[in-house]
């Protein structure tokens, strides 16, 4: 029992550890299919750090299109952060826990 509470110790901490680091993880989405582009970036906590819209949707009277394409490449970016997020939380926890298929420790402790 003694060693299952010294994981469960180690475990947060590795979990803090991760968290504490979200900030420095960075994903991009973009969206256009390279005709014209929104890029949106975010980082490890869901935070848009950036958007960079292609010079020729400012110019456009079609508001609609630029949300539309901001939303798919804020998508693309969260969609992508969270698997970044996901591995590293797999890194840091490796051999802690034991892997049950199935199983997201992740979720568990919300990441």
Same mark, same amino acid.
């Given at each position: 029992?003694?060693?299952?509470?010294?994981?469960?110790?180690?475990?947060?901490?590795?979990?803090?550890?991760?968290?504490?680091?979200?900030?420095?993880?960075?994903?991009?989405?973009?969206?256009?299919?390279?005709?014209?582009?929104?890029?949106?970036?975010?980082?490890?906590?869901?935070?848009?750090? /950036?958007?960079?819209? @292609?010079?020729?949707?400012?110019?456009?009277? *079609?508001?609609? /299109?630029?949300? *539309?394409?901001?939303?798919?490449? /804020?998508?693309?970016?969260?969609?992508?952060? *969270?698997?970044?997020?996901?591995?590293?939380?797999?890194?840091?926890?490796?051999?802690?826990?034991?892997?049950?298929?199935?199983? @997201?420790?992740?979720?568990?402790?919300?990441?």
């Amino acid at each position: 029992m003694m060693g299952m509470m010294g994981k469960v110790k180690e475990m947060q901490a590795r979990m803090k550890e991760v968290k504490d680091n979200l900030v420095h993880l960075s994903a991009e989405g973009e969206s256009g299919a390279g005709v014209v582009k929104v890029k949106v970036k975010v980082n490890g906590l869901k935070q848009v750090i /950036t958007i960079d819209i @292609d010079s020729s949707l400012i110019n456009t009277n *079609d508001k609609t /299109t630029l949300q *539309d394409l901001i939303v798919a490449a /804020t998508n693309k970016a969260l969609v992508t952060i *969270d698997e970044l997020a996901k591995e590293e939380f797999r890194k840091k926890t490796e051999g802690l826990i034991p892997n049950i298929p199935g199983m @997201d420790l992740g979720s568990m402790f919300g990441m």
